[in-house]
């Protein structure tokens, strides 16, 4: 009863498993691209840079805009008394003709305080609420921090279009392997097909007692390494899908279907004018980042060259005295306006400007550096390109041949014109050019999509 009862557990998780049919998205080339876009995880990183510089140019630009700053304080002085008197009741005596009216004014404010013999001031708590208004009137070096946080922008936004740009490339390539994968297999279904027909034939023959046994066991052999071959590549067929689920951003549950063909693909490769056009070095993605890094290290000099120019700045401030004493001298408006001239640093600046100068003649000396290597990639590309065209080609007909001498040979052999041995040999030499044909023909695609980055053109 228990035995009976494990039987139908297994039975019905079996039953629930199968029912629970996985999740499936199917993807063309150009579908995998737009949908690796718009999920790629690393993408989203790039892009989340993208918005935090934009977030630092503000960051940039507001330090030059007025700043409004707001205070209230309150100060309790625990009724603190200021006594003004003369010492021993007498009156100093004053040379009245040193003073200005100012001071006489002030001399006699304080007499009326003190009267005769001195008086006593009780300080009063005191509240004010403060508002302050800066403003940065001038500064090159400000301007020059605003270009160079606008040129860090292009860097971010450019930096995604590569990005891109390799992830288009990823998709293509992984696609690519996978329809080649899946072409493999087709490819050893219809020998296994051929090859399981050819047994069945052989086993009749071997019955009547027509041919050895021998034979029916060579091609047993070969039909069990062919499902060797067909297993290992069903496992790279997975291998390939996940490689693909993780540019693609999806979950390792969901089962990818490729709508495209593998001879769909390869006929349909356009080379165009791709062999035969000029390289444009400005196309690149490189060469146009590199001219912007470029731009920023010039900029970064003319900040350099502005720590050599005055700043200045405004100040406005506005006290409104909510709580005051008798005796307060604070004035409720105050206006200043500043200015800091660099005189002497002992060489840091300028030393700082060299600095500077050196690191833009670095950059132009490695932008041609990088302009020498593309145009020698580009060559080399365009070489590996022409080659695999022709290797292709040949390998084209070389496959062709290879059927046709296996269907000789196979004709042969159920004829008992030949033995097995050669019909095992034949069926070789057509997985051999079927392999050697697929290798070509993935070696064109990679050939035509490296030259097509280089080119900017995907």
């Known amino acids: 009863m228990k035995k009976n009862i494990i039987l139908f557990s297994l039975m019905f998780y079996g039953f629930f498993a199968f029912s629970q049919e996985m999740p499936e998205l199917n993807f063309s080339l150009?579908?995998?691209?737009?949908?690796?876009?718009?999920?790629?995880?690393?993408?989203?990183?790039?892009?989340?840079?993208?918005?935090?510089?934009?977030?630092?140019?503000?960051?940039?630009?507001s330090q030059?805009?007025?700043?409004?700053?707001?205070?209230?304080?309150?100060?309790?002085?625990?009724?603190?008394?200021?006594?003004?008197?003369?010492?021993?009741?007498?009156?100093?005596?004053?040379?009245?003709?040193?003073?200005?009216?100012?001071?006489?004014?002030?001399?006699?404010?304080?007499?009326?305080?003190?009267?005769?013999?001195?008086?006593t001031i009780k300080m009063k708590n005191q509240s004010t609420a403060k508002l302050q208004l800066t403003q940065l009137i001038f500064s090159g070096q400000y301007i020059s921090g605003i270009q160079i946080a606008k040129v860090g922008q292009i860097l971010a936004e450019m930096n995604?279009?590569?990005?891109?740009?390799?992830?288009?490339?990823?998709?293509?390539?992984?696609?690519?392997?996978?329809?080649?994968t899946q072409k493999s297999v087709e490819l050893l279904d219809a020998n296994l097909e051929n090859l399981n027909e050819t047994l069945e034939q052989t086993q009749a023959l071997f019955n009547a007692g027509i041919i050895e046994e021998t034979d029916v066991e060579q091609l047993q052999?070969?039909?069990?390494?062919?499902?060797?071959?067909?297993?290992?590549?069903?496992?790279?067929?997975?291998?390939?899908?996940?490689i693909l689920r993780f540019i693609l951003g999806i979950d390792e549950n969901v089962r990818i279907v490729l709508t495209e063909s593998f001879d769909n693909?390869?006929?349909?490769?356009?080379?165009?004018d791709l062999l035969v056009s000029e390289f444009n070095l400005e196309e690149n993605i490189?060469?146009?980042?590199?001219?912007?890094?470029?731009?920023?290290?010039?900029?970064m000099l003319n900040m350099e060259k502005w720590s050599y120019a005055p700043t200045i700045a405004g100040l406005y401030s506005h006290n409104e005295k909510l709580l005051t004493t008798d005796f307060d001298m604070n004035p409720k408006n105050m206006f200043a306006i500043s200015m800091t001239i660099?005189?002497?640093?002992?060489?840091?600046?300028?030393?700082?400007?060299?600095?500077?100068?050196?690191?833009?003649?670095?950059?132009?000396?490695?932008?041609?550096?990088?302009?020498?290597?593309?145009?020698?990639?580009?060559?080399?590309?365009?070489?590996?390109?022409?080659?695999a065209l022709e290797a292709y080609h040949s390998q084209k007909e070389n496959i062709e041949l290879a059927q046709k001498i296996y269907d000789k040979t196979e004709l042969k052999f159920r004829n008992g014109v030949s033995s097995s041995f050669d019909l095992i040999?034949?069926?070789?030499n057509l997985l051999q050019a079927q392999n050697s044909y697929i290798s070509a023909s993935m070696e064109l695609l990679q050939a035509k999509l490296q030259l097509d980055k280089l080119r900017n053109r995907f």
Do not use: C
Not at 222 to 235: A, D, P, T, V
């Open 30 to 61: 150009q579908q995998a691209q737009d949908y690796a876009l718009e999920n790629n995880k690393s993408l989203k990183n790039i892009k989340t840079d993208l918005a935090i510089s934009k977030q630092k140019m503000w960051q940039t630009v």
């Open 64 to 119: 030059g805009l007025p700043q409004i700053s707001g205070s209230v304080d309150y100060t309790n002085f625990f009724n603190y008394e200021i006594e003004f008197g003369m010492r021993g009741g007498e009156t100093p005596e004053i040379d009245f003709t040193k003073l200005d009216a100012g001071d006489l004014e002030i001399l006699k404010l304080l007499q009326g305080f003190m009267g005769d013999g001195g008086t």
């Open 160 to 180: 995604i279009e590569k990005t891109e740009q390799d992830i288009k490339e990823s998709v293509i390539s992984t696609y690519y392997l996978g329809l080649l």
């Open 221 to 242: 052999m070969s039909i069990i390494m062919l499902e060797n071959s067909k297993r290992s590549l069903l496992r790279n067929v997975e291998l390939n899908n996940n």
């Open 265 to 272: 693909i390869i006929e349909n490769v356009n080379l165009g």
């Open 286 to 299: 490189n060469i146009q980042m590199m001219d912007k890094q470029l731009d920023l290290y010039e900029k």
């Open 342 to 387: 660099p005189i002497f640093s002992s060489g840091l600046r300028n030393a700082k400007l060299e600095e500077k100068k050196l690191e833009v003649f670095k950059m132009q000396n490695n932008r041609e550096i990088v302009s020498d290597q593309l145009i020698m990639q580009e060559k080399q590309m365009r070489y590996n390109l022409t080659s």
């Open 425 to 428: 040999q034949a069926n070789s």
